[in-house]
C-alpha cells in the first residue's frame, strides 16, 4: 500500500523508528492517528517493526500499542502481529491497568478472546488488579457484557476479588443494577460468588439488594444461602432488612420479599420501623402477625417525615395510632388485644386533642367509637406492666436476649415476645376496605395536597424530608431505642 512504501521510504533514507514526539512514537502513532483502522495500515506496522521499532514503547500515560490496539474494536487483526513481536501482555499503564483490561472496557469481545488464547498463563493475566483494585472481570461487569464476562469466568477470572473498597464483581453487579443485569448475576453465581461478603462500607450483596428491593436477587442471594440475619460490620444495628426503601409507595415487590425474608428467619427486630408504618397506611396489614412472631416490636415514631403532613401536630406515632387514623379497626383491635402498644397508646392515645380533632375531621367514626371503648374498659394492671416493661426494654435489636434475662416468669417473656396470640387478626373484614381507603387517598393527592414532594420528583405519603428524610445512613432507631 502506499502508506507502507512511504514508510520504508523514510527508514531507508534514515528516519528513525523509536524516534521520539510528543511523548509518543512512530509505531504508537499507527493507531494515535488511524483510528478507522484498515489493513493498509497493518503494512505500515509490519514495516516499522521489522526494522526495530520497540514493541513495549509507552505514551505519556504508559500505554503500549497492545494496549491502544486492545481497545480499538478495527484492530483485532493486529494483536497477534504485536505479540509475535514481543508485545508484553502484563504491561500495565499509569492506572494499572493491562491491554486485557483496555479491551474489556471498551466491549472489544474479539480482542478480549484473542488477548486471552494468547497467555501462557491466564490466571495471572486476568486476575490483575489496577490501582483502585479493579479487575478486568469487574470493568466487565460494569460494562455489562456478558459475552466478556464468561469468558474471562472461563479463564479463571476470579468472582471473589475485592477492589479497594471492597467490592466485588458481584456487588458491583448490583450497585449498577438494571433488568439486564440478571443474567450477568446467575453467570456470577454458577462461578461460585460469595454471597456473604461486604464491603468496606459493611454492605453485603443482600443488603445492596434489599436497599432497592430487587426481587429477583434477593430471591436468587437467598436461595444462594445469604445469610438474612448477618449484621453489617459497619453499623452492627443494621441487617439486610434495614436497608428496605421507606419513601415511597408501598410496592408489591416490597411485600413479597420481606415475606421471603420472614420464611428464610430474618429476626424483624432489625426492621426500620417506618417501614411498618408504610405497611399499614397501604393496607397490606396480612404480614403484620409475621412480622411481630418473628420479633418485630411496638415503637413510636416522630411523624414529621411519616404518611401525612396533617399528623404532624403529633408529637409521635404508634402502629396502633398509625391504624387508628387510617381506619383500620381489625388491626387497632389486635394490637390492643395482644398489648403490641407503646407507652403513649396508654398514657395519652384516648385523650390526644390532636388526634381526635384529626379523626372528627376525617370523619373516622370508627376509630373514635374504638377510643371511646378503651377508654371505658382500661388495661388491667398487669397488662399496664407488660406494656411498661415491653417499652423499657426497647424495641432494638437484642430484644428477645433482653426479654429472656429478665427475673420474671416464663408467661410474660411470652407475651413481651408476642409467641402467643390473644387475639388473631381479622384480615377479611378490613383489609380490602383499607386498602380502598389507601387508594382513595391517593388519587387525592392533588386535590387536597396532602402529599408532599419527597425530593426525587414523585409524589410521597411522607412528610418535607429535605432535611429530615431518612436513608441509609441514617441511625433510625433514634433516641426511643436504649
Not at 528513525?16 to 484498515?38: A, E, G, H, R
Not at 514503547?57 to 504485536?82: F, Q
Not at 426525587?456 to 429535605?466: E, K, M, N, R
Amino acid at each position: 500500500s502506499k502508506y507502507g512504501n512511504v514508510a520504508t521510504f523514510l527508514i531507508r533514507r534514515g528516519a528513525n523508528v523509536n524516534q521520539i514526539s510528543k511523548n509518543s512514537t512512530p509505531l504508537l502513532n499507527t493507531i494515535k492517528y488511524f483510528y478507522n483502522y484498515d489493513s493498509s495500515h497493518t503494512e505500515v506496522l509490519e514495516v516499522l517493526l521489522e526494522n526495530g521499532a520497540s514493541v513495549n514503547a509507552r505514551n505519556d500515560e504508559h500505554k503500549t500499542l497492545l494496549m491502544l490496539a486492545a481497545s480499538n474494536g478495527k484492530c483485532k487483526s493486529i494483536l497477534p502481529l504485536l505479540l509475535d513481536y514481543g508485545a508484553n501482555l502484563n504491561d500495565q499503564d499509569n492506572k494499572g491497568n493491562t491491554a486485557l483490561t483496555h479491551a474489556v472496557s471498551k466491549g472489544c469481545s474479539q480482542n478480549v478472546s484473542k488477548l486471552l488464547q494468547s497467555a501462557k498463563n491466564t490466571n495471572d493475566l486476568v486476575n490483575v488488579q489496577n490501582h483502585e483494585g479493579l479487575s478486568a472481570l469487574m470493568f466487565a461487569v460494569k460494562e455489562r457484557g456478558l459475552n466478556i464476562i464468561q469468558d474471562l469466568v472461563d479463564h479463571g477470572a476470579d468472582v471473589n476479588i475485592k477492589d479497594v473498597n471492597g467490592n466485588t464483581a458481584l456487588l458491583h453487579a448490583l450497585t449498577h443494577y438494571i433488568e439486564q443485569t440478571k443474567e450477568i448475576i446467575t453467570t456470577l453465581f454458577k462461578a461460585g460468588s460469595n454471597v456473604n461478603c461486604q464491603n468496606n462500607d459493611g454492605l453485603s450483596p443482600l443488603m445492596l439488594a434489599s436497599s432497592e428491593c430487587l426481587l429477583y436477587p434477593i430471591s436468587v442471594l437467598l436461595d444462594s444461602g445469604a445469610d438474612v440475619n448477618a449484621v453489617s460490620m459497619k453499623d452492627n444495628t443494621k441487617t439486610a432488612i434495614s436497608f428496605f426503601p421507606c419513601e415511597h409507595y408501598l410496592k408489591r415487590d416490597e411485600i413479597i420479599c420481606i415475606e421471603a425474608f420472614v420464611e428464610r428467619g430474618a429476626s424483624m427486630s432489625y426492621l426500620n420501623p417506618y417501614f411498618v408504618h408504610q405497611i399499614i397506611v397501604a393496607g397490606k396489614i396480612a404480614v403484620v402477625p409475621k412480622l411481630i412472631r418473628h420479633g418485630l416490636a411496638p415503637s413510636d415514631v416522630k411523624p414529621n417525615r411519616l404518611l401525612i403532613r396533617d399528623f404532624n401536630t403529633i408529637p409521635t406515632v404508634s402502629p396502633l395510632c398509625v391504624a387508628l387514623l387510617v381506619g383500620n379497626i381489625s388491626l387497632c383491635r389486635y394490637f390492643y388485644e395482644n398489648l403490641f402498644l407503646t407507652n403513649s397508646d396508654i398514657s395519652s392515645l384516648t385523650c390526644n386533642k390532636n388526634i381526635l380533632h384529626i379523626l372528627e375531621r376525617n370523619q373516622r367514626q370508627e376509630s373514635l367509637d374504638f377510643l371511646n371503648e378503651i377508654s371505658s374498659q382500661p388495661l388491667s394492671l398487669f397488662q399496664l406492666t407488660l406494656v411498661s416493661i415491653s417499652s423499657t426494654v426497647g424495641s432494638s435489636p437484642g430484644r428477645e436476649l433482653r426479654v429472656n434475662t429478665l427475673p420474671i416468669p416464663q408467661v410474660m417473656k411470652d407475651k413481651l415476645l408476642f409467641q402467643s396470640e390473644v387475639v388473631p387478626l381479622n384480615i377479611h373484614s378490613e383489609s380490602n376496605a383499607a386498602e380502598f381507603q389507601f387508594l382513595q387517598l391517593n388519587r387525592a393527592i392533588d386535590e387536597y395536597s396532602i402529599f408532599v414532594d419527597n425530593g426525587y420528583g414523585v409524589q410521597s405519603y411522607y412528610g418535607d424530608s429535605s432535611d429530615d428524610s431518612y436513608n441509609v445512613d441514617d441511625d433510625y432507631y433514634g433516641d426511643y431505642y436504649s
